[in-house]
Every structure is written in structure tokens, then in C-alpha cells.
């Protein structure tokens, strides 16, 4: 598998649908840090963002024979998590969600500006958890993983404008509840 | 929630150069693209790969296993018959349910109810409809053509929600149903269909 590593998503896809499975390991280490990250921020828990990324990986390999085109895998390994974690928000709506939850604890060990970096990493976390669940998506998907509106369209089925009128919202939503939370 | 000025938008959104806004309004730029920043940066959860790829490399469990698996484990119920019948039964269930009877445990629990499935699919050997309460997976609940009119059908005792479901036919071909009203992307590029199913207590 060395000297594969670096190869595109779409010849990586080839070689696992050849018959090397193993291979799909090259993916999963490529797209976790972004797809966990999206995760934990939607889900505002590392534990159940763990296990939306492991289902979706694993699905994502069941499936991959069905992907249209192997280009667009990240995309479609993001609708993938959006997916899971959206029908993770939906059976926890009953739930109330401790805002602290999602809370990152500031080693007491850490410097200063390490505290005070954690201490504002929570008041955005905070503030993003006020966000609907569409919203926050928007945002996150468009500011954190820096996706582009087209590829957002592909990912969520919505068109350009209502994506782009949505992190518009969005952003408007995150600065109020940042103040709020101030 | 207070508007923004449209230029910063424009300004994130890549249309804009930052330069051409006020101080004041790069201040909320500045506030945006740094909470941002926060997130990017942020803690996630330790690597999932080692899970993904051992769930992958499992083997499939031994036949013994699987029927072991199978007795210990809640099940759809399945009742495979011609159109007609599956409708009298549908309405046989629904009246032992919806009839109070104080001496027996109900059919079904509160939150249960049953789900017809019908598909037309002339010429087909095989007909499974799968979804999460399937895993789907085919061979759960299959479909049946008793009279060979390409009129399949089966129902289910499902638990009450909505539930996504797809046609599988032949084994191989997956088809969302055309009568289902309702569908939401699969996340693979396709549409599967959706179904509520009402308690029947309700």
C-alpha cells in the first residue's frame, strides 16, 4: 500500500473495488480528522461523533460500489456523517443537551493562553449549539471545513442560494449568540 | 436576530476584499473567521480507523452462530400472502388491537403498527424490502408473487415512526418505491422511500 498513500481518492477507490480492501485504510486515515471534527461540533459529543464516523466509514465501504462518481468521495463521505448526525439530533430532540457538554475541560497544567484559548474554544461551542441543527451545519461546513457552496449543494440537496441565504443566517445567529454568551 | 451588512457576507464569501470595509465591520469579519479558527483547531475525538477497519475485517459469523444470534434477537415479523389476504389480516390484527380485551396481553405493543408493502414488478424471481429495520439486509422480509400477477407484497409489524425503505429486486436491483409519496436521499445519491407507520393502538 506505501507509495499509494498520496494517490488520489478516485484511484484509491479503484483498488479497493479490484479487490484490495485493505486500501480503504489510505481513506479512512485521509478524511477522519475532518469528518470527527464536523461531528463533534454538530453533535457536541466526542463519544457520539465517534461512533456517527464509524458507522458512516463503514457503510461508506458497504456502498462504495454505489458511488456515481469516486471524485466526489469526500462529499460524499460528509453527507454521509451530516446524515447520521442529523438522525442523532432527531432521537436526542426529545433529550435536553447540556450547552456544556461539549465543553472542552482547560488543563490546569496548560499555559495561559492555553486557558484562555479553551475558555473561548467553549464560548463559541456554546454559542454554536444555539444554532439549529441546519444552520450550525451550514456553518460548519462552509467556515470549518471550508467546502464550497457547490459542494455543499451536492451534499445536502439544497440549492446554491438557499445554502448561501442559510450560512448567511447562520453567521447572523453565531455573532447574536456570541454576544449573548459573552 | 439582527441582519448584517450584506458586504460582509460578501466579504466571506470570497466576493468581497476585506480592505473595502469599514473598521468596523472587518471588526465582525475578524470575529467570525476566529470563532472559525476555534473550531478548526479544536479537540476532536481519538482516530476511529483501528474500530472501521476491525468491523471490516470481521469475519462473517459461523451459521450456528447466526441462527443463535437470530433466536436471541427482536425481530420484524413477516406474513407473506396474496394482496387480498395481507388486507383482511391487516384489518383482523387492527381490530384485536383497537378492541379493548382485558383478559389478554395485546397483539401489538403501543408503539407497534403494521406496515403493507406492495410493489409491481413483473417478471421478477425475487422481491425483498429492506431498511434499518432490516439493516438492510435482503432475506428479512421478502416479497411474494403467489399468483404470479408481478403483484408482490408483505406485511410487517414495524415499530411506529417513519422508516426508510427500499425495493430489492432479483437480489440486486434497488428500487425505491414509486407509490411511496415521500422520499429522502439516501446519501449515496438516491432517493429511498419513506414510510409512517401509526400505532395501532392510536
Given amino acids: 500500500m506505501s507509495g499509494f498513500a498520496d494517490a488520489p481518492d478516485a484511484d484509491v477507490i479503484a483498488r479497493i473495488l479490484a479487490g484490495d480492501g485493505d486500501a480503504f485504510g489510505i481513506l479512512v486515515r485521509r478524511h477522519e480528522p475532518g469528518l470527527l471534527r464536523f461531528a463533534t461540533r454538530m453533535l457536541g459529543s466526542p463519544d457520539a461523533a465517534a461512533d456517527a464516523v464509524a458507522e458512516a466509514l463503514i457503510r461508506a465501504y458497504r456502498h462504495l460500489a454505489s458511488l456515481d462518481d469516486p471524485t466526489r468521495f469526500r462529499t460524499w463521505l460528509y453527507r454521509i456523517v451530516a446524515n447520521r448526525c442529523k438522525s442523532h439530533l432527531g432521537r436526542r430532540s426529545a433529550q435536553r443537551v447540556s450547552l456544556e457538554e461539549a465543553a472542552p475541560v482547560p488543563d490546569p497544567h496548560d499555559g495561559e493562553a492555553e486557558l484562555e484559548r479553551a475558555e473561548q474554544l467553549g464560548l463559541v461551542e456554546r454559542a454554536l449549539r444555539t444554532l439549529s441543527p441546519e444552520k450550525r451545519e451550514a456553518f460548519l461546513l462552509k467556515h470549518v471545513e471550508g467546502l464550497s457552496y457547490e459542494e455543499m449543494a451536492a451534499l445536502t440537496g439544497e440549492r446554491v442560494p438557499t445554502l448561501k441565504m442559510r450560512v448567511h443566517r447562520a453567521r447572523e445567529a453565531l455573532l447574536e449568540a456570541l454576544k449573548e454568551h459573552r | ?202
Fill in chain 2, 1 to 202: 436576530m439582527s441582519k448584517l451588512d450584506p458586504r460582509i457576507h460578501e466579504v466571506l464569501d470570497g466576493e468581497l476584499p476585506l480592505e473595502r470595509l469599514p473598521a468596523e465591520l472587518r471588526a465582525l469579519v475578524l470575529r467570525l473567521e476566529h470563532a472559525a479558527g476555534l473550531l478548526r483547531a479544536g479537540p476532536a475525538p481519538a482516530s476511529v480507523a483501528g474500530r472501521v477497519l476491525a468491523a471490516l475485517h470481521r469475519p462473517e459469523p459461523s451459521r450456528g452462530r447466526r441462527v443463535l444470534q437470530w433466536l436471541t434477537e427482536r425481530h420484524v415479523i413477516t406474513i407473506a400472502m396474496r394482496p387480498v389476504w395481507s388486507l383482511a389480516l391487516a384489518a383482523v390484527l387492527a381490530a384485536v388491537v383497537l378492541v379493548p380485551d382485558h383478559g389478554s396481553a395485546p397483539l401489538l405493543g403501543a408503539q407497534e403498527g403494521i406496515a403493507r408493502f406492495v410493489g409491481h414488478f413483473p417478471g421478477a424471481r425475487s422481491v425483498d424490502v429492506v431498511g434499518p429495520f432490516t439493516d438492510w439486509h435482503t432475506g428479512v422480509v421478502p416479497l411474494r408473487d403467489d399468483d404470479n400477477d408481478g403483484v408482490w407484497s408483505a406485511v410487517v409489524v414495524l415499530p411506529a415512526g417513519t422508516h426508510e425503505y427500499m425495493f430489492v429486486v432479483d437480489g440486486e436491483r434497488w428500487v425505491a418505491d414509486p407509490l411511496a409519496g415521500r422520499y429522502v436521499s439516501d446519501g449515496f445519491g438516491r432517493q429511498n422511500a419513506l414510510l409512517i407507520v401509526r400505532p395501532v393502538g392510536r
